[in-house]
């Protein structure tokens, strides 16, 4: 298996077997999960189901909210909470102070409700379910153009499986049957990923663009979180101009592409003013945070500690509003994988030539520069106090994470053992995916 | 340094937004399209550089497009408006822009839409600039239109108890407590009210009556550690108070003046005025203590605005 290319692999693509592991996992959470235990799932049916229909908002919450004593978890293991008992901590219920519709790109709301429509049911868990199956879809798409991003970095199956291999972080999974837009930004970021991937390339450089603008274009509709990665096409487009010189774009290009960014700003500002002024305050509260409260620090050396600890819990394993934990020895085997990881790179960037075999370093670099700013945007709001950063945000770059780890880990491993560590590392993640599905059984059928 | 081929991307990129930002802001007055995306981006920007006041007015212009949540933003700004304004001590201006909201009308479905805290707090700035009359007729209303709700009624008890009828206040706190009797930030509310009138024995019961329903409520932890050092000397109280306030509410910045209160502490010194909750003057949602439920603050007489 060691060198072989992939040139053979168009019928069956090496990646197939990961996809349907994936989508298999998927799945079984999605369907295992108590119904309203993804994060903020109440807030996104109602979004969903409301399109279709604006006019039944009110009857669409109350009878949300009636479901949801019934069926919640903590409502069936007597737990009181304001989520399924608002009123009696006099707090306005969930559904109301996140305003789906109106504060979110509509573009997932949209597709959603048309498949939710497919069906024609008045049963909101039938609806609820369907959903989760449209979010394992929407994050199959992002696994399989993974697929094909690997292809652009190993030349080896081997370690293109090994770098696939982080589909199966268990909060991944089981976040990709989340009623959720992000699983939508999951794709854009792919394709981002891809377009910058593909911009190193003179014989590509047509579908760089093209994908490129296409992700631009879907991903504020969707869930913008994935634009973190424009950055990545950027030092792409700036790095691969010198192999570009060659071909020259055409001038009528550029007005082009300026009018319609133009037009679409205009038009976007005057049918959807509500997103407009989200966005915008949301990109304030960046330079007001600092200066909100002047009688406290801005950055406190505690919270880092802190801070660390929460996000590497909520990376892997930290269930929506199941809040589940994984064993410490689960933790530890990821700790000690990404110390590994971390020693790889320095032997990668300090050793010998041979470490850095594979991986073209212009594309290497577009992607160390895709993921700093993907952890600044994923980690920058809890810095400034905001509840906006959550370990998940990552997952819009999980293609990036994998191929860095995997370049690492390759220069860690002895060679000799390239394979036996892949065998094994696959079937520990595999095995850990199963375990944490066990828990999500637990809660479904124990209560 | 020469940067060959830039100037087709830098030229054709930016020239057409520049001329959508000319038409947007030079010609927005003639054409009533643009005219409505230059209001949307310049209460947007008002929003953004915390000036509520200019925002409400640029929106009360009426130039929005409708739909899409535009009510909610619409409503969320007046709050925001009248709030800081009231904050800073602006009470005619901020009674105008809860008055705004009192009777909503949606320009875009067209129902009216009553505001029960935006009625309260008006109340309160009427209240504040000497008109009890008007102050009391909005709290009147509040309560018939929610009589589920206690805040109008913990607010006509403080009226009442200002007033030197505290046998009305004592009722009115009665009804409040009816109807939430389980939450302790009422129980700090009214147990400020009447330490305010020198009734300290009665407030210290009401502070320990929050903390027997409610164990977790930060503001009555903070004020029986504040009566137990200014009571009975008892700074090892005190400090416990604050531990337990740190692990529960780590964000309330105030209880570090009772901790350095606490550590500094000589017998009969007097304590400075330690509020309960921190009014964070910014948008609506991003309140993290919801002023609603702490009235008091908005009645001390030496209380003019922030």
Known sequence: ?447 | MKWPGLKAPVVGLSLPWIILFVIVFGLGRFVPVASKVRTVLTTVYFEAVRDYSSAAKVMARGSMPRGSGMEMWERDVYRSAGMSMMLSGRFSEAADWFGQLVDYRDGFTGQHQKDYFAKIYRGICFHKLGYSDLARLDWQNAAEAFPDRHDAFVVMGHDRLLEGDIAGAYSFYIMALERAGQLGPIYADIGDAWRYIGQIEMARNVYYRGLQVDPADVFCRLRTGELSLELDNDTFYAKQAVNIIRRTMPTLGVVDTLERAANNWMPGKQLPHIPAARFEPGPAYTWKVAPTRLYFEFFREDWHGW
């Not at chain 1, 168009?10 to 235990?37: D, G, R």
């Not at chain 1, 909060?171 to 049957?177: K, L, N, P, S």
């Not at chain 1, 933790?331 to 971390?342: G, H």
Request: a positive charge.
């Open chain 1, 1 to 447: 298996m060691v060198g072989k290319t992939t040139k053979n692999c168009v019928l069956f693509p090496f990646w197939l077997p990961i996809w349907i592991v994936f989508v298999c996992f998927a799945v079984l959470y999605a369907v295992w999960t108590p119904p309203f235990m993804y994060p903020d799932e109440p807030t996104h049916l109602v979004g969903c189901l409301e399109t279709l229909d604006p006019a039944i908002r009110e009857r669409l919450e109350r009878d949300v909210l009636e479901l949801m004593s019934e069926h919640h978890l903590w409502a069936r293991a007597g737990v009181e909470s304001p989520v399924i008992e608002p009123e009696k901590f006099y707090q306005a219920p969930l559904l109301r102070i996140v305003p789906t519709q109106a504060s979110k790109p509509f573009l997932y709301y949209q597709i959603a409700a048309r498949v939710v429509g497919l069906a024609d049911s008045k049963n909101l868990l039938v609806s609820l379910f369907l959903l989760r199956l449209f979010g394992v879809f929407l994050a199959s798409i992002s696994v399989a153009i993974f697929g094909v991003i690997v292809k652009e970095i190993f030349t080896e199956q081997m370690w293109q499986v090994g770098a696939m291999t982080i589909v199966f972080i268990p909060q991944y999974v089981y976040m990709a049957g989340a009623v959720n837009p992000m699983t939508t930004a999951w794709i854009t970021g792919s394709m981002l990923i891809l377009s910058g991937l593909w911009l190193l390339k003179p014989e590509r450089r047509y579908q760089g663009w093209f994908l490129l603008l296409a992700a631009c274009a879907i991903a504020p509709l969707t869930h913008p979180s994935s634009l973190a990665l424009l950055p990545l096409c950027l030092t792409a487009a700036i790095l691969g101009r010198k192999r570009l010189r060659r071909h020259k774009i055409p001038g009528w290009l550029w007005p082009l592409a300026g009018s319609v960014s133009a037009l679409a700003a205009f038009i976007i500002t005057l049918r959807k003013p509500f997103l407009v002024r989200s966005t915008l305050l949301r990109s304030a509260e960046l330079i007001h945070g600092l200066r909100v409260y002047p009688d406290q620090p801005a950055i406190n050396p505690g919270w880092f500690w802190e801070f660390s600890r929460w996000f590497w819990r909520s990376t892997i394993l930290n269930f929506g509003w199941l809040t589940v934990e994984g064993n410490q020895w689960i933790y530890t085997f990821y700790t000690i994988i990404v110390c590994a990881i971390i020693v790889g790179w320095f032997l990668r960037i300090l050793g010998q030539p041979q470490r850095r075999s594979d991986g073209d370093p212009l594309k290497v670099t577009v992607l160390v520069a895709g993921f700093l700013f993907m952890l600044l945007a994923a980690t920058g709001p809890y810095f400034i106090r905001s509840s906006l950063s959550q370990g998940r945000y990552l997952f819009s770059a999980w293609p990036v994470i994998g191929i860095l780890s995997a370049l690492g880990l390759k220069s860690f491993i002895p060679v000799k053992y390239h394979l036996v560590f892949i065998g094994l590392f696959l079937f520990i993640t595999c095995f850990i995916c199963s375990w944490s599905l066990y828990f999500v059984l637990i809660t479904r059928f124990y209560f």
